[in-house]
């Protein structure tokens, strides 16, 4: 029986066998549009695969399950789990992977290919699966094709495609085809709408494109640069130019790699190309009959389409048109999703936070991938900083008929937890408060700000707070002293895939987390040397560390993880994770020795002594010059301080939000108690005032990270006033920041000189 056919074997009829990725490329060929060669490794492959190896049944039983606690994320991880756990127990019926391997071969012996999963349904009229299930690029060797073939299969079973199964009503057990095609060099890749997917507009086709490989525009990882082309004369109506700081490439080895990209703003596509792109995709929309999504590549000079599937969110009716200015946009980007909604925005940095998101919140995220469906089921609208209409979750987005717009760049850093805003997701448009129908609302975007032409000089320096590599270079070009905080956090989350890094070490994967972390702290690293980076260490709660791939098998569940099993303490208890984390610093100081090391959620004495004990002990013990610091977020620092610095400690970073939150007893995320949260309490000034004291008497440096000196003028000026030596704030706060501190350092020194001046004066009296 042949469980393995080319892709010139495969039609749309066989949809039912090839999946619809692979059956709609079988299509394209068949049609006489250029699509790379290559095979499809048969859903009854998989199916055979399941049954030989015993653990269909309980594959069925166990999807049922998953199906039914989609939303509860605890629950949901562990039953994924255990059902890829059981597709890798089945392993691959042998004459299967003969048949993989004579066709890899047929190929070539060292091709490399991409090895993407074609589930059955998938790239349908009615469901995407857009971005759900896994896929592999420059994957080399027969073992490694077949490898990634079963990482595909067990992709049917990870949260994000049980979540999103549960919100299209598919209850059917889910069978997996795969298709390997031969891998192109992209220059320059994105996707093709031959319709206006968010207004339904089927006279133009909707571009997008990005450099490199076609990953950072499907995944939203980047904002690509947009073209509307009309069918009518297949002439470009409209360019928007994106903003893209790296792009993704086949690297020497067989892998994939990030490198920078220099030309943030010049554009990826000329007119003649993109006027190619749309005449091709037009004639897959001719040939099927339908509005097409396409994804191409150009290779050289040569295109190249990879994938085809019907637009699934046509005639979805948009919300009518806004008449008459009230207000100027807060932020504008691109309309990917229509409707229009009021509602508290909830600004998330991950989908392991999505559990802080209410039932009707207004979602803000950096960017957002299928991992984020549990909360975008929930959002009233979903607003990202990168991305395009084009992306993977804007596609969900609009199949779930939540508001959608990408590529706002500043929404993150412009809008705050709690603020009412209107969200257009046809216009692309987010207005302040609550917007009534009319009258009718301006569609011209707001006047971007200048160069600032003066910059204050500060004797307190200003340091940035930062989470995302990409944001490195743009955010070292503003006036800042360095990075005050660096959040590891999201940095290993993206590093890592969503990956839990213990699944990782129980692989013997050490190398590829020690990469991945490296490679993105280097990026920040060198963007900003030689002024300093301050590295704090992961410190995802139990409940954040669960919700990765593979966290429910490490994590404990806490009642309270948010003064449970996290920070110093966790580096203790799980040496391992903090020795890789450790050994990524030691690689990227190696080259740019700007980065230094913070110690998150010190409470005891004795906890700190064994984790820089664990520091010493590593190479990185050996660097001399790397700074030590602690975060001050705990009340009991107050008390130890003065032995911390003893213990070696060079820096003392406050953490004002936490700090208050256990100095006054209160959860921040609490509607109800939410007045209560003062970062300007009394007591919680006298306890930043004492550790700022105390690290002026023994000589090292003291700063703050929060909120407060963004918001209140007054508590910048009151921390000048304690002698602090750094603020660290978010990149949009910089400038506000610095302007305050400079004007309270002039009035602290013209204090000091009229105390002088009437001191003289009094003794001049006297004699």
């Given at each position: 029986m042949d469980y393995v056919r080319t892709i010139q074997e495969v039609r749309l009829e066989d949809a039912s066998e090839a999946g619809g990725k692979g059956a709609n490329l079988g299509e394209l060929q068949a049609a006489g549009l250029p699509v790379p060669g290559g095979f499809v490794v048969l859903g009854i492959g998989y199916a055979l695969s399941m049954d030989r190896g015993g653990v269909a049944g309980e594959l069925s039983a166990l999807h049922r399950e998953a199906l039914s606690r989609a939303g509860d994320s605890d629950q949901l991880n562990e039953i994924c789990d255990r059902l890829q756990s059981l597709t890798h127990k089945a392993a691959m019926d042998d004459n299967i992977r003969e048949q993989i391997a004579a066709a890899y071969t047929a190929l070539g012996t060292s091709e490399s290919v991409a090895v993407r999963s074609s589930a059955i349904g998938e790239d349908s009229l009615a469901t995407s699966f857009a971005g759900m299930n896994a896929s592999f690029t420059n994957v080399i060797g027969e073992d490694a094709v077949i490898s990634a073939v079963q990482r595909c299969w067990s992709s049917l079973f990870t949260p994000r495609v049980i979540n999103y199964r549960a919100s299209q009503r598919i209850t059917s057990d889910p069978v997996m085809a795969v298709v390997v095609q031969k891998m192109l060099k992209s220059d320059r890749s994105g996707v093709a709408f031959t319709a206006d997917p968010s207004t339904g507009n089927s006279g133009v086709i909707i571009i997008e494109a990005a450099s490199g490989q076609g990953e950072v525009v499907v995944s939203g990882a980047v904002e690509p640069d947009h073209y509307v082309v009309s069918k009518s004369d297949m002439k470009v109506k409209s360019t928007h130019l994106g903003h893209q700081t790296f792009e993704i490439i086949a690297d020497e080895s067989g892998g994939d790699r990030q490198v920078p990209v220099d030309r943030h703003t010049q554009r990826v596509l000329n007119d003649r190309e993109v006027e190619t792109i749309a005449r091709l995709a037009r004639r897959a929309e001719d040939h099927y009959g339908s509005p097409q999504d396409v994804e191409w590549v150009f290779e050289g000079g040569t295109l190249w389409f990879v994938q085809a599937r019907p637009i699934t969110t046509l005639g979805k009716p948009a919300a009518p048109p806004l008449s008459a200015p009230l207000s100027v946009p807060l932020i504008t980007g691109l309309g990917a999703a229509p409707g229009r909604v009021t509602g508290a925005v909830r600004v998330l940095a991950m989908p392991s936070a999505g559990h802080r998101l209410a039932d009707g919140d207004i979602l803000v995220a950096p960017m957002t991938n299928p991992d984020w469906i549990p909360a975008i089921r929930r959002a009233a609208a979903v607003i990202t900083d990168s991305g395009g209409m084009t992306c993977h979750a804007a596609i969900v987005a609009r199949e779930l008929g939540v508001p959608c717009v990408v590529g706002a760049r500043t929404a993150t850093s412009v809008l705050s937890d709690g603020q009412i805003v209107t969200v257009d997701g046809a216009s692309g448009e987010v207005f302040a408060g609550s917007v009534p129908a009319s009258p009718q609302i301006s569609q011209s975007r707001p006047a971007t700000s200048g160069p600032i032409s003066f910059v204050p000089t500060t004797a307190t320096k200003i340091y940035v707070n930062l989470a995302m590599a990409e944001k490195a270079e743009a955010v070292a070009a503003e006036p800042v002293d360095g990075v005050g905080l660096l959040r590891a956090e999201f940095m290993l989350t993206e590093a890592l895939g969503g990956r839990h890094p213990r699944e990782l070490i129980a692989n013997g994967q050490q190398e590829e987390f020690v990469a991945s972390m490296a490679g993105a702290l280097g990026r920040i690293a060198t963007a900003f040397a030689p002024r300093p980076v301050v590295y704090r260490a992961t410190d995802l709660r139990s409940n954040e560390f669960r919700g990765l791939t593979g966290g429910a098998k490490f994590e404990p569940v806490e009642n309270n993880p948010m003064i449970g099993y996290r920070g110093c303490y966790r580096y203790i208890r799980e040496p391992e994770m903090f020795r890789l984390e450790l050994e990524a610093i030691r690689r990227v100081r190696e080259r740019t020795p700007n980065v230094h090391l913070m110690i998150p959620f010190v409470r005891t004495k004795w906890e700190l002594e064994e984790c820089l004990s664990l520091v010493d002990a590593s190479p990185l013990g050996r660097h001399r010059t790397m700074s030590r610091w602690v975060m001050?977020?705990?009340?009991?620092?107050?008390?130890?301080?003065?032995?911390?610095?003893?213990?070696?400690?060079?820096?003392?970073?406050?953490?004002?939000?936490?700090?208050?939150?256990?100095?006054?007893?209160?959860?921040?995320?609490?509607?109800?108690?939410?007045?209560?949260?003062?970062?300007?309490?009394?007591?919680?000034?006298?306890?930043?005032?004492?550790?700022?004291?105390?690290?002026?008497?023994?000589?090292?440096?003291?700063?703050?990270?929060?909120?407060?000196?963004?918001?209140?003028?007054?508590?910048?000026?009151?921390?000048?006033?304690?002698?602090?030596?750094?603020?660290?704030?978010?990149?949009?706060?910089?400038?506000?920041?610095?302007?305050?501190?400079?004007?309270?350092?002039?009035?602290?020194?013209?204090?000091?000189?009229?105390?002088?001046?009437?001191?003289?004066?009094?003794?001049?009296?006297?004699?």
């Open positions: 001050a977020e705990v009340p009991s620092v107050v008390h130890w301080l003065p032995e911390y610095i003893g213990m070696g400690i060079d820096g003392v970073s406050i953490g004002s939000n936490d700090l208050t939150q256990l100095m006054l007893g209160i959860d921040r995320d609490s509607e109800q108690c939410a007045e209560l949260f003062d970062e300007a309490d009394a007591a919680v000034l006298d306890a930043i005032e004492r550790i700022v004291v105390t690290a002026r008497k023994h000589g090292i440096t003291s700063s703050l990270c929060g909120q407060a000196p963004s918001s209140r003028p007054g508590f910048a000026e009151r921390l000048v006033a304690m002698g602090i030596t750094s603020i660290s704030v978010n990149p949009d706060a910089v400038n506000d920041v610095r302007t305050a501190v400079a004007a309270a350092e002039q009035r602290i020194m013209l204090d000091v000189a009229l105390s002088h001046g009437q001191s003289a004066a009094h003794g001049s009296s006297r004699a």
